[in-house]
């Protein structure tokens, strides 16, 4: 009996200790996530509906990841990039001279995966309006024709200020590079062959409805979008607070035409013009 009685007071104990540890009050958090949407309206730099140049073919590229540098939520229409509330800043590095960002340190998430989770103590109460996200990489499949024949291959665009990368992985084959590139780097894989360039400046849609109000500086890829309802931060949150980033791809690969046919055929001279993402939707769930 006393054995038993021992035994019965250890399980107990073991209980007791359980309900401690376990934690009955989680904290809750803000979760960012990303999402890819070809049916968004296809925006311009000031963040007006732009059609298709004449002359030029688009298509929206199937996107399987991205990385972003920098997120903040902005209270007006007039809060100045910088003095809304930074929710993420992704690392950086002077590894290859001017200040980069640390491309082999970023953090990647794919159609309606989570990109961060951070503790929403940590975020400043407020009424939010808009968000503004300065993108770093997205990576995809697009269409082209070579020789006649349908194939697909797979596009790596840096679209973000600067981007020191040392190598990167893109359909199995790495690609070396170990210095700094300029947004619009890019790589392109296709059959096994690799070829990588850079876009003219200035070449890449970041979408800004605030042009007017709140500027971005060129080159940064600050894309900036619109709560419907607002975000509101109370403090007195129970729940995680997800905010899914809706990007637009709606023909944001953009050529120029020399075969008037709507497809990409590099061998015959058409050129990518631009590879930027079409608008920004914030969505809180």
Known sequence: MKTIRIIIGLVALVFVSCSEDRDDNPQPNLVIKLKFDESQPRLNNLGQPSSVASGNAA????????????????????????QGEIVFKGPETTAGGSNA????????????????????????????????????????????????????????SFVGFNNYITSFDLNGNTIDVNANKLQGFWAFEALGFTSQGQAPEGATTVPNPLFDSSPVPQGSCVVTGQFANGLNITGNETEDVVVTLSFSINNSFEWTEVNSDGKFEPSAGEQVVDMGLRGLIPIVN
């Open 59 to 82: 298509q929206s590229p199937n996107v399987n990841r991205m990385s972003a540098n920098y997120i903040e939520f902005a209270q007006t229409a007039t809060t100045l990039l910088g």
């Open 101 to 156: 960002i640390d491309f082999q340190n970023a953090v990647f998430a794919g159609n309606n995966e989570t990109f961060i989770t951070t503790p929403l103590s940590e975020v400043a109460n407020g009424n939010y309006q808009w968000v503004r996200v300065s993108l770093a990489y997205q990576e995809g499949t697009i269409n082209l024709l070579v020789n006649g024949t349908d194939i697909i291959g797979t596009l790596g």
